[in-house]
């Protein structure tokens, strides 16, 4: 009965660290979702029959889960910020890393970049970030998930989904 137990907890503990994402990224927004925590997904993301590799990034003062996933272009990345608030693509093209609105290829795919909730200002002052040479995946992760909450028009409703 004992190893029957212990085989029992061995296998849960083995399945639930199979499915476990870790933490790859944490930071400072000085928004009022708080601080960031960013985790990388084991499982691609299915985006236009593209596996795509992804990372969650959640904030401290909300429940809204971000979900970036990371296609490679001709020219450099796309990365795609997924909310079911606000969605939009950060670019990187070899000469800068900067917010766009979402490709309509996407909007078959139920992802388009609503006007309603976004900030025109803040996403104007985001066209560029940085810019030269391309970062890797986990610092442009990491722009992305300090800077996207300004993106927010009205930071009340996404403070209220948690």
Do not use: W
């Not at 990388?40 to 985006?47: E, G, L, Q, R, T």
């Not at 992760?141 to 927010?152: G, M, N, V």
């Amino acid at each position: 009965m004992k190893r029957l137990i212990t085989a029992a907890v061995l296998v849960i503990a083995f399945c639930t660290a199979s499915f476990a994402t870790k933490v790859v990224a944490e930071g400072k927004t000085h928004s009022v979702l708080g601080d960031y925590k960013i985790e990388s997904i084991d499982n691609p993301v299915m985006i236009n029959g593209k596996e795509l590799k992804a990372f969650t990034i959640t904030y401290e003062n909300t429940g809204l889960k971000t979900t970036i996933a990371v296609e490679k272009t001709l020219n450099c990345k796309k990365y795609y910020v997924l909310t079911n608030q606000l969605s939009v693509q950060y670019v990187c093209n070899g000469h800068y890393f900067g917010v766009e609105r979402l490709d309509k290829k996407l909007e078959k795919e139920g992802f388009q970049t609503s006007n309603d909730d976004l900030d025109n200002y803040a996403y104007y002052h985001q066209k560029v970030l940085s810019s030269g040479v391309a970062s890797n995946d986990l610092e442009n992760t990491k722009l992305i998930a300090a800077y996207f909450p300004f993106l927010f028009k009205n930071t009340e409703e996404v403070l209220a989904v948690k």
